[in-house]
């Protein structure tokens, strides 16, 4: 082999070389695979399939029915005088009458959110999210805004029905509560902190059902939620009215509080249960109110002593009185019953009790599993509406005093040693009555030196004075207070 030939082999080689290394840069990168029974699968395009669980298919199919509610509000708010250095409760008493607070009406702005349940307009939201509303502004998703009226809303059971002119709008499904399980993934629709983030758009947040059936008490507000879903889905202020939603996209329950100590969230929110919330819906929609039903049971605990004296275990609670002509009354509930199941809810105590009746509507069915000398009994009926025309009749309002005529039902709802006069069902804050210091349960047996044995009395007594002085019972005590107006 002359020269000439070693150079064409080593150009060869270095040919060679560069080909094989152009090629390495620009094929195409195999991608990696498995084998999936007789099948080769990408793993790249598992992956991506994966990234579309069940939590991202229930925020897209929700998302689009969670609305922004904004709401205009008038408050009455107080302020003492700016030269009044005593802030201290002590002082603010001792002082309040020499340099005394002013009341006036502010409106502010709050924010909520709400739930489009039907494409005809119908959003669920909190009760506490448009009280005392002078306009309600609500923002879809998509950025459209409408007017929003309010159709029916319950301070007791914190719920609100609104609707907006619109139609064909995207609504969201209403599930099942009672199938829910602790340990179950559940989805938080809301808009935390309103518009903070400039974005119509919901937030959505993650977490697990932590308990069911929990009573709480609003630290804020003298409201009760009984009956209620736990979760450690994130709720922050604004969220209060979105949905609770499964991993199915079915709303299970509308968020209505948190437990705070900062303001924010801390693993510890509780939402309304959607099968409350139907009843609610039903009820409004039907009859453009929320009727109050009439159960007509007054119960008590099984205390040791009851036990031993009816000769039965210490569960359930006993009847101590059926209002007359009620649907209980007429089904044959008798006082000395135990009960001890609603709709076979078990009822151990007074707080099971007042769970099962808190989110009792006008027409539901109760069967009612009670003990009576020891036999066991079922009784079932149907809640009836408490008519309010026949309380009104008897009921007198005079300085924000709300006086009602001593019958059955006040003597056993205030536990009263009297069979006739006045007994105070309400009294209005910043009345007269209230700077008095009336309260509800109070009996007013004079206003001056008239004795009161009816409403009657007490109107004529009202009217002939203008300095008075009421004297009361108050669960066994006798006071006198004095009113100048």
Same mark, same amino acid.
């Given at each position: 082999m002359n020269g000439r030939d070693y150079v064409f082999v080593v150009v060869g080689l270095?040919?060679?070389?560069?080909?094989?290394?152009?090629?390495?840069?620009?094929?195409?990168?195999?991608?990696a695979y498995y084998y999936e029974g007789a099948h080769l699968v990408s793993l790249n395009a598992e992956v991506s399939k994966q990234r579309a669980n069940a939590i991202v298919v229930a925020a897209q199919r929700v998302s689009p029915a969670v609305v922004s509610i904004t709401v205009v509000q008038t408050k009455v708010v107080s302020a003492s005088p700016r030269f009044s250095p005593f802030a201290d409760d002590f002082f603010h008493d001792f002082f309040?009458?020499?340099?005394?607070?002013?009341?006036?009406?502010?409106?502010?702005?709050?924010?909520?959110?709400?739930?489009?349940?039907?494409?005809?307009g119908y959003i669920i939201t909190n009760e506490h999210v448009i009280t005392n509303a002078t306009k309600i502004q609500v923002t879809l998703p998509d950025g459209r805004q409408f007017d929003g009226r309010v159709i029916t809303s319950e301070l007791s059971h914190d719920l609100a029905l609104l609707r907006i002119d619109a139609n064909d709008l995207p609504f969201a499904e209403l599930g099942n509560s009672d199938d829910l399980m602790i340990g179950e993934w559940v989805v938080a629709f809301g808009n935390p902190f309103g518009f903070l983030l400039e974005d119509t758009r919901p937030t959505v947040t993650v977490g697990v059902v932590s308990a069911?059936?929990?009573?709480?008490?609003?630290?804020?507000?003298?409201?009760?939620?009984?009956?209620?879903?736990?979760?450690?889905?994130?709720?922050?202020?604004?969220?209060?009215?979105?949905?609770?939603?499964?991993v199915l996209g079915e709303v299970v329950g509308v968020n209505t509080a948190i437990?705070?100590?900062?303001?924010?969230?801390?693993?510890?929110?509780?939402?309304?249960?959607?099968?409350?919330?139907? =009843?609610?819906? !039903?009820?409004? #929609?039907?009859?453009?109110? /929320?009727? @109050?039903?009439?159960?007509g049971l007054w119960i008590k605990e099984v205390t040791g002593d009851i036990a031993e004296s009816l000769d039965i275990k210490q569960h359930g609670v006993l009847v101590s009185g059926v209002d007359d002509e009620s649907a209980a009354s007429r089904a044959g509930i008798k006082e000395g019953d135990v009960i001890l199941a609603i709709n076979d809810r078990p009822?151990? =105590?007074?707080? !099971?009790?007042? #769970?099962?009746?808190?989110? /009792?509507? @006008?027409?539901?069915?109760?069967?009612?599993?009670?003990?009576?000398?020891?036999?066991?009994?079922?009784?079932?009926?149907?809640?009836?509406?408490?008519?309010?025309?026949?309380?009104?009749?008897?009921?007198?309002v005079v300085y924000g005093i709300h006086v009602q005529e001593i019958n059955k039902r006040l003597v056993r709802e205030y536990n009263l040693p009297y069979n006739d006069g006045v007994v105070v069902t309400k009294v209005e804050s910043n009345s007269a009555g209230h700077k008095l210091g009336v309260a509800p349960g109070d009996v007013i047996l004079m206003v001056g030196n008239v004795r009161i044995h009816n409403r009657t009395d007490f109107q004529k007594a009202i009217r002939s004075q203008r300095d008075m002085s009421f004297i009361i019972d108050r669960n066994g005590r006798v006071i006198q207070l004095y009113l100048g107006v």
């Open positions: 270095i040919l060679g070389l560069v080909a094989v290394r152009l090629y390495s840069v620009i094929k195409p990168r195999p991608a309040r009458d020499f340099f005394p607070e002013r009341y006036y009406k502010q409106q502010i702005r709050s924010l909520g959110t709400g739930l489009i349940i039907s494409p005809d069911l059936n929990r009573s709480i008490k609003s630290t804020r507000e003298d409201r009760v939620y009984k009956g209620m879903i736990q979760t450690d889905a994130a709720i922050n202020p604004g969220n209060s009215g979105g949905p609770l939603v499964n437990f705070t100590s900062g303001g924010g969230s801390e693993g510890i929110g509780f939402a309304k249960p959607i099968n409350d919330v139907k =009843k609610f819906i !039903d009820e409004s #929609r039907q009859h453009g109110r /929320v009727r @109050v039903p009439w159960i009822i151990a =105590k007074i707080a !099971d009790w007042n #769970r099962c009746i808190s989110n /009792v509507y @006008v027409d539901d069915d109760l069967v009612i599993t009670l003990i009576r000398k020891g036999d066991t009994r079922k009784v079932n009926f149907v809640v009836e509406e408490f008519k309010e025309s026949d309380f009104l009749k008897t009921m007198v």
